[in-house]
């Protein structure tokens, strides 16, 4: 069982409950903070009497739209478009845009919510929000794709800017997508306008290391972790669920440090590669060609393909899940930790479910929670607001050196502040504390609003 909620806590969880029915992903996440969040109250009675919590967990705004478009035989298609404008209090809301056939306000609630703590965890000046639609870009032509993504923008652009809204990508939208919408919202608004996206192309207002930077960030919070307790990369094997954006940047990182990464997966199933995970065919079929990770071991044939496994099964010591939420449940949490697993880093947003997360919480691995671990994404997004601010671009060194103080910054802080509050070591309690606390400050002193 989960742990139970305080009892200045429960009543607003239940209003979060009946206020927002059938949203159980944005249930569980909100859940997760409200556990960690008692001891604050104590310290800071203020937050109570200025009702912060209630505050935080309805979001600002919500636009919910219809996305006609016309496929390629002529036949219009109808979509939903979302963007959940969570909060502000820190800066203009920022977070990615998710395309996806699962997508349903409850999903896009969710990964706005933790986004406002991810985004306070970084310092950067940037609320939180999110939005996406439920359509699935798989197997759409190109102009399938900038067709939708220019009705998208059609809608959107009357609710984004530089100083109001900042979105980006997540799942299912990458360099092609975000290149789509920046052109139609420059279209639309006639201004060359850089910082209302972020995740551009470097030709055209882009910093160097955004598209590494999720994958670099999560590999740098693990080796943090790791260096607390005398450990590294070094010679360690890895397991990196997904091979998106964010597993592709992770194995190359992790390969760097020391480690060697033996398998990755799509949602159709897994590779295992005993010699470690060829990143240049990754990248060519995933990046480039647009095709199933199965196709790997056509070149790679000592490689092997386990259709619909469960890539938790393979024995690693350090774990990375990169690609969707509750990818990780408490049955396969026990077996990681049962394989020898001592660290895990989440890549992707709320990817272990509550029971997951206890188990590796309760065996005392070093477990680093999506807001905190994968936070590196967005904080280069805010480099990349920077840069587009004073019209200037810095190189790859530098922008990586950025990414990595951030990370270890964001790390100490989650480390210090769990310790502070009594649960050290718990970096689920340090992330969700540090990252409330930053906002519930710029909303007290913004008076009831
Ligand atoms: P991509 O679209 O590039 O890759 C997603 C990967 O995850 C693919 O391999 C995909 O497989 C797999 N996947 C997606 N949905 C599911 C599902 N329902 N079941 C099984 N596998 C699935 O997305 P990203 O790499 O950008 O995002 C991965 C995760 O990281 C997400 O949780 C995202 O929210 C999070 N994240 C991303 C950031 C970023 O900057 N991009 C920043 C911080 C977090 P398939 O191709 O078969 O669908
Ligand atoms: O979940 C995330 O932090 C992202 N998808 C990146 C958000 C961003 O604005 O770069």
Not at 107 to 121: C, R, V
Not at 210 to 223: K, Q, S
Not at 363 to 379: D, E, L, R, S, T
Request: glycine share 12%.
């Amino acid at each position: 069982m989960a742990k139970p909620l305080d009892e200045k806590v429960e009543p607003i969880f239940q209003s979060v409950l009946a206020r927002n029915p059938g949203e159980t992903e944005f249930h569980q996440a909100t859940r997760e903070v409200l556990e960690s969040i008692s001891p604050v109250l104590v310290k800071h009675p203020a937050f109570t009497h200025h009702k912060i919590i209630e505050r935080i967990c309805e979001p600002e705004r919500q636009i919910i739209f219809r996305v006609p478009w016309t496929d390629d035989q002529g036949t219009v298609q109808i979509n939903r478009g979302f963007r959940v404008e969570f909060n502000s209090a820190l800066g203009p809301y920022k977070g990615g845009l998710r395309f996806h056939p699962s997508v349903y306000l409850g999903i896009i609630k969710f990964l706005g919510f933790e986004q406002i703590f991810k985004n306070a965890l970084t310092g950067m000046p940037i609320g939180g929000g999110k939005g996406g639609s439920d359509f699935d870009p798989k197997g759409k032509s190109d102009e399938e794709v900038m067709r939708f993504c220019q009705s998208f923008m059609t809608e959107l652009y009357r609710h984004i800017g530089e100083h109001t809204d900042v979105p980006a990508g997540d799942i299912g939208v990458g360099g092609r997508e975000i290149g789509y919408m920046f052109g139609q919202y420059k279209r639309i608004t006639n201004r060359w306008e850089a910082g209302v996206l972020t995740g551009k192309g470097l030709d055209w207002g882009g910093s160097l290391v955004r598209t590494e930077a999720t994958g670099y960030g999560a590999t740098f919070f693990v080796e943090e972790m790791l260096k607390v307790r005398g450990d590294s990369f070094e010679g360690k094997t890895c397991v990196v669920s997904g091979s998106g954006n964010v597993a592709i940047y992770t194995i190359e990182k992790i390969a760097e440090l020391g480690g060697k990464t033996v398998a990755c997966s799509d949602s159709n199933g897994y590779i295992y590669d005993e010699k470690g995970i060829d990143l240049e065919t990754v990248q060519r079929l995933k990046e480039i060609e647009r095709r199933r990770i199965k196709d790997y071991c056509e070149i790679h044939k000592h490689a092997k393909y386990v259709a619909n496994g469960n890539i938790w099964e393979i024995p690693c010591q350090v774990a990375m899940p990169s690609a969707t939420q509750n990818e990780i449940n408490g049955k396969d949490a026990k077996m990681l930790v049962q394989n020898g697993c001592i660290a895990v880093g989440e890549g992707a947003n709320m990817p272990t479910t509550p029971e997951g997360v206890k188990i590796f919480l309760d065996a005392q691995i070093a477990y680093g929670p999506g807001k905190a671990a994968n936070a590196g994404g967005v904080a280069t997004s805010a480099l990349e607001m920077q840069q587009n601010a004073c019209r200037d671009s810095w190189d790859f060194e530098y922008t990586e050196e950025r990414l990595r103080k951030i990370m270890r910054s964001i790390h100490n802080l989650c480390y210090e502040t769990a310790m502070e509050y009594g649960s050290p070591g718990n970096y689920v309690d340090g992330a969700n504390i540090a990252g409330f606390i930053r906002v519930a400050k710029a909303m007290v002193a913004f008076g009831v609003v």
